[in-house]
C-alpha cells in the first residue's frame, strides 16, 4: 500500500495533481483497514496474511509519508487531509493490535504535534489508549502538564490575542482526556469554556454522547439550541432532534415544534407534521406567513397542494424564480397555459443579460417546453412558438443564442 501514499511528484501543489493522489491514498487507506480488519482477505492479492505487528510498521510508515505529502500539496478539496484522517485512525487500531512500547508511542503521540511540517492534525489520547495501556496513558498526561508548564500567564493588560499551538494542545489532551476519564465534571469545564457561544454547549452535548450518557446529551444539546437564534444553535438542534428520535421518541415531537418556532420553514413545519400529525397544518401555515415564499413551499410539498401553492404565490406577488419554477412544473397538469407561460418568463428572464454560457441551458429549457406544450394542445404550442419567434427577433444580433435555438430545432 506504501507506493499508493507516497508520491515523488513535484506538481502536488496543482489542484488536479493533488486530488488524483487524495484519491489514490484513500484506496491505500482501504487497503490497511482490509489488513487490520480482515488481514486474512489480502491472500486474493497474493499477500501472505500480515501479523499485527508487521501491519503496524506499515501503518506508521503511511501515515509518515502521508503527512510529507499533505505538506507540499494543493488539498483544497480535502482529499488528501481525508486520507490522512483515515490512516490516523487506523494508525491507533493497528497499534493495539500490535506489540508497542507503550511509553515510545505515548512519546511518538505527543512529539507527533510538534512536527515542523505540519500542524493540520490532532492524535486522539481516547481512540489510542487500548494501545496505551495505563503505563502510556500516564506518561502521556506527564508530557501533557509539563507543555502545561511551559505556557507564560496571560497578562491580564494584553489586549490583543495571541496565539499559542502549546495552548491549545493543552486544551485539546485536557478534552480527550476528560472523555477517557468519564469525568462529567471535567468536560463540562473543558468542553464549555467560559460558555460564551452555543457551540461549546453542543461540544459538552457530543461528549457526553460520545461516553453513553444519553440523557445528559440530550440536556445539553437542548441548551445549545434554546442558546440563542444563530447558526450554532441550529445547528445543536438537529443534533437534539436526532438524540431524542433514537433515545426518547416521545419528546421528539414538542422538541420539534420549539425547533420550528425558532426557526420557522417548510421543511421544519414538514418536520412538525411528520411527528405531530396533519391537524397543526393549519398552525404551520399561519406561522410560516411571515416567511411567504416558505409558506408557498410547504403548500406545494408538504401538503401536495399545487392549486393552493399557485394561489398564494399569486397573491403574495412572490418574486422567488426557482419557486416559481417549481410550481410551474407542479401546475402544469392543471393549467398547462398558466404553467408554461410562467416557465417562458422564466427562460426569456434569464436572457436579458448577454451571456453566452446561459444560451444552451435556455434552449435546452425551451425544447422541453415545447414538448409539454405540443402534449397540452394547439393553444400551448402556438404560446410557445410564438415566443420563440419574439426572441429570435429581439435578439437577433446574438449569434451564439441564435445557434442554440437552431442546434435545438426550435425554428
Given at each position: 500500500?506504501?507506493?499508493?501514499?507516497?508520491?515523488?511528484?513535484?506538481?502536488?501543489?496543482?489542484?488536479?495533481?493533488?486530488?488524483?493522489?487524495?484519491?489514490?491514498?484513500?484506496?491505500?487507506?482501504?487497503?490497511?483497514?482490509?489488513?487490520?480488519?480482515?488481514?486474512?482477505?489480502?491472500?486474493?492479492?497474493?499477500?501472505?496474511?500480515?501479523?499485527?505487528?508487521?501491519?503496524?510498521?506499515?501503518?506508521?510508515?503511511?501515515?509518515?509519508?502521508?503527512?510529507?505529502?499533505?505538506?507540499?500539496?494543493?488539498?483544497?478539496?480535502?482529499?488528501?487531509?481525508?486520507?490522512?484522517?483515515?490512516?490516523?485512525?487506523?494508525?491507533?487500531?493497528?497499534?493495539?493490535?500490535?506489540?508497542?512500547?507503550?511509553?515510545?508511542?505515548?512519546?511518538?503521540?505527543?512529539?507527533?504535534?510538534?512536527?515542523?511540517?505540519?500542524?493540520?492534525?490532532?492524535?486522539?489520547?481516547?481512540?489510542?489508549?487500548?494501545?496505551?495501556?495505563?503505563?502510556?496513558?500516564?506518561?502521556?498526561?506527564?508530557?501533557?502538564?509539563?507543555?502545561?508548564?511551559?505556557?507564560?500567564?496571560?497578562?491580564?493588560?494584553?489586549?490583543?490575542?495571541?496565539?499559542?499551538?502549546?495552548?491549545?494542545?493543552?486544551?485539546?489532551?485536557?478534552?480527550?482526556?476528560?472523555?477517557?476519564?468519564?469525568?462529567?465534571?471535567?468536560?463540562i469545564h473543558t468542553h464549555l469554556r467560559d460558555g460564551r457561544v452555543a457551540a461549546w454547549y453542543e461540544d459538552v452535548a457530543a461528549a457526553f454522547e460520545e461516553i453513553g450518557e444519553i440523557d445528559l446529551a440530550i440536556d445539553w444539546s437542548e441548551q445549545a439550541t434554546l442558546f440563542e437564534h444563530g447558526h450554532q444553535s441550529q445547528q445543536?438542534?438537529?443534533?437534539?432532534?436526532?438524540?431524542?428520535?433514537?433515545?426518547?421518541?416521545?419528546?421528539?415531537?414538542?422538541?420539534?415544534?420549539?425547533?420550528?418556532?425558532?426557526?420557522?420553514?417548510?421543511?421544519?413545519?414538514?418536520?412538525?407534521?411528520?411527528?405531530?400529525?396533519?391537524?397543526?397544518?393549519?398552525?404551520?401555515?399561519?406561522?410560516?406567513?411571515?416567511?411567504?415564499?416558505?409558506?408557498?413551499?410547504?403548500?406545494?410539498?408538504?401538503?401536495?397542494?399545487?392549486?393552493?401553492?399557485?394561489?398564494?404565490?399569486?397573491?403574495?406577488?412572490?418574486?422567488?424564480?426557482?419557486?416559481?419554477?417549481?410550481?410551474?412544473?407542479?401546475?402544469?397538469?392543471?393549467?398547462?397555459?398558466?404553467?408554461?407561460?410562467?416557465?417562458?418568463?422564466?427562460?426569456?428572464?434569464?436572457?436579458?443579460?448577454?451571456?453566452?454560457?446561459?444560451?444552451?441551458?435556455?434552449?435546452?429549457?425551451?425544447?422541453?417546453?415545447?414538448?409539454?406544450?405540443?402534449?397540452?394542445?394547439?393553444?400551448?404550442?402556438?404560446?410557445?412558438?410564438?415566443?420563440?419567434?419574439?426572441?429570435?427577433?429581439?435578439?437577433?444580433?446574438?449569434?451564439?443564442?441564435?445557434?442554440?435555438?437552431?442546434?435545438?430545432?426550435?425554428?
Open positions: 500500500m506504501l507506493p499508493l501514499i507516497r508520491s515523488r511528484s513535484r506538481d502536488l501543489w496543482r489542484y488536479s495533481v493533488a486530488n488524483e493522489h487524495g484519491v489514490q491514498m484513500l484506496d491505500g487507506a482501504a487497503l490497511l483497514e482490509q489488513a487490520i480488519r480482515h488481514p486474512q482477505s489480502l491472500n486474493i492479492y497474493g499477500v501472505v496474511e500480515p501479523t499485527p505487528d508487521e501491519t503496524y510498521k506499515v501503518a506508521h510508515k503511511a501515515l509518515a509519508s502521508a503527512i510529507r505529502v499533505i505538506a507540499r500539496a494543493d488539498d483544497s478539496a480535502g482529499i488528501i487531509g481525508d486520507a490522512c484522517r483515515q490512516l490516523i485512525d487506523l494508525h491507533a487500531q493497528a497499534a493495539a493490535q500490535a506489540t508497542v512500547s507503550p511509553t515510545k508511542l505515548a512519546d511518538w503521540i505527543f512529539d507527533f504535534h510538534f512536527d515542523d511540517q505540519v500542524d493540520y492534525f490532532e492524535l486522539d489520547p481516547v481512540a489510542y489508549a487500548p494501545a496505551l495501556g495505563p503505563k502510556g496513558l500516564d506518561r502521556l498526561r506527564a508530557r501533557v502538564d509539563a507543555l502545561r508548564g511551559e505556557i507564560p500567564p496571560h497578562d491580564p493588560d494584553d489586549r490583543l490575542a495571541h496565539y499559542d499551538h502549546r495552548e491549545f494542545l493543552v486544551r485539546w489532551f485536557d478534552k480527550r482526556f476528560a472523555v477517557l476519564d468519564r469525568d462529567f465534571e471535567a468536560i445543536a438542534a438537529r443534533r437534539w432532534q436526532r438524540l431524542l428520535e433514537q433515545h426518547r421518541p416521545q419528546d421528539l415531537p414538542d422538541a420539534v415544534r420549539v425547533v420550528f418556532g425558532r426557526w420557522p420553514s417548510a421543511g421544519a413545519g414538514a418536520r412538525v407534521i411528520e411527528t405531530s400529525g396533519a391537524g397543526l397544518i393549519p398552525d404551520v401555515q399561519e406561522t410560516l406567513l411571515s416567511r411567504p415564499a416558505e409558506l408557498i413551499r410547504f403548500q406545494l410539498e408538504t401538503m401536495a397542494d399545487p392549486r393552493l401553492a399557485w394561489e398564494t404565490a399569486t397573491r403574495l406577488e412572490i418574486e422567488d424564480d426557482r419557486l416559481w419554477a417549481d410550481l410551474a412544473a407542479a401546475y402544469l397538469a392543471i393549467d398547462p397555459i398558466a404553467a408554461i407561460s410562467v416557465q417562458l418568463r422564466l427562460v426569456e428572464g434569464s436572457l436579458v443579460e448577454a451571456n453566452t454560457r446561459r444560451y444552451r441551458p435556455a434552449a435546452r429549457e425551451l425544447a422541453a417546453i415545447k414538448r409539454s406544450a405540443a402534449a397540452a394542445g394547439d393553444e400551448a404550442l402556438a404560446l410557445v412558438n410564438g415566443a420563440i419567434g419574439e426572441l429570435r427577433e429581439r435578439y437577433r444580433r446574438r449569434p451564439s443564442l441564435i445557434a442554440a435555438l437552431d442546434r435545438a430545432r426550435l425554428g
